[in-house]
Nanobody
Framework: EVQLVASGGGYVQPGGSLRLSCAAS????????IGWFRQAPGKEREAVSL????????YYEDSVKGRFTISTGNAKNSVFLQMSSLKPEDTAVYYC????????????????WGQGTQVTVSS
């Protein structure tokens, strides 16, 4: 059974940092694209940052480049999102997701989803 368990969301002031974690099990990490999506109220779910476990190549949505860093754990059963210089527009529910294949980006390409974790950036 595939499981993705996300944690690490919370409330932070603008300019602050948070680290999201996703514990994954039940599938072969190396054949999947795994990472983070987010959905703000009234908006569509969008890819934030993704990583291809096979070679470590990454994708970042333009607005988070230079501020967010995605990584995997040594055992390659976890994925992390270090978020720095957070802005109010980063406020959303963040979801961990995995899709079988290389270089996936579209929401529809991801089969497995974890529960969301709320990130709120506000002063």
């Amino acid at each position: 059974e595939v499981q993705l368990v996300a944690s690490g969301g919370g409330y932070v002031q603008p300019g602050g940092s948070l680290r999201l974690s996703c514990a994954a099990s039940g599938f072969t990490f190396e054949t999947y694209t795994i990472g983070w999506f987010r959905q703000a109220p009234g908006k569509e779910r969008e890819a934030v940052s993704l990583i291809n476990s096979r070679d470590g190549s990454t994708y970042y949505e333009d607005s988070v480049k230079g501020r967010f860093t995605i990584s995997t754990g040594n055992a390659k059963n976890s994925v992390f999102l270090q978020m720095s210089s957070l802005k109010p527009e980063d406020t959303a529910v963040y979801y961990c997701a995995a899709g079988e294949g290389y270089g996936l980006v579209l929401t529809s390409e991801f089969t497995y989803w974890g529960q969301g974790t709320q990130v709120t950036v506000s002063s």
